[in-house]
């Protein structure tokens, strides 16, 4: 990859990890506009540049994480379903991640639920996502299943079953996030780890992009969550669900006029 190709590709990693607008469908927008070919190395450097991501959330949050042993066992509690759903449907999963027209639909889809899911839940009585029961942590874990098709969005899928929680927008976002922490650093590893068994090495270069576009993700991502938390909070996610049909038509549009996308 190019610089600008690490530089663009870290910058949509930054900004759309944590909202609700499915990172993997602006991948594949950039990278066959910038005709970048899904070489092992690419698809590697997709899922690590998430670390910088990752060290965002930790920066922002850090004292939460000092609270009490009960938030990191809520966090697992929610990770279980996706976990044990991903491992076992992975073939099915692999295969899904190789139609860009799922991801298309899939973004029009959930842009419509985000079109209408603050009129859906409006009574919320969670203000503080520390709040939130055993139980509601494995049900926003559920929902979080759904981020297992393509397009979906696991910020969107987690939100959304979070304020189905009667958690805040706020708090809803924010557990999100934290989510989010397990189950990016675990993908992360397993990337690594099939890299490496695949025979492939990490050159000098490879490296210092790695290094360039993590700390790009990092800071872009500190902007976006500070950001986003704001206009969710006053305006709520309808702005979001529009985008998402957008993006997901321009995706439906560019498949339809015979250009051949693939998901890094």
Known sequence: MSLFEVIVLAIIEGLTEFLPVSSTGHMIIASALMGVAPTPFVKLFTIAIQLGTI?????LYYKRFFRS????Y???VAAIPASILGFLLSDFIDGLLESPL????MLVLGGVVLLF?????NRPTVGDSDDITYG???KIGLYQCLALIPGTSRSASTIVGGMAQQLTRKAAAEFSFFLALPMMFGATLLKLKDHFDGGHQLSGAEINQLVI?????FVVAIIAIKSFIGVVTKYGFKAFGWY???VGGVIIALLLSGHSLQIL
């Open 55 to 59: 060290l965002s959330v930790l920066v």
């Open 69 to 72: 042993l009960s938030f990191y």
């Open 74 to 76: 809520k966090l697992v």
């Open 102 to 105: 799922t991801v298309g639909v």
């Open 117 to 121: 899911v603050d009129r859906w839940f």
């Open 136 to 138: 509601q942590a494995f």
């Open 213 to 217: 576009g993590n700390f790009i993700g």
């Open 244 to 246: 998402r049909i957008i």
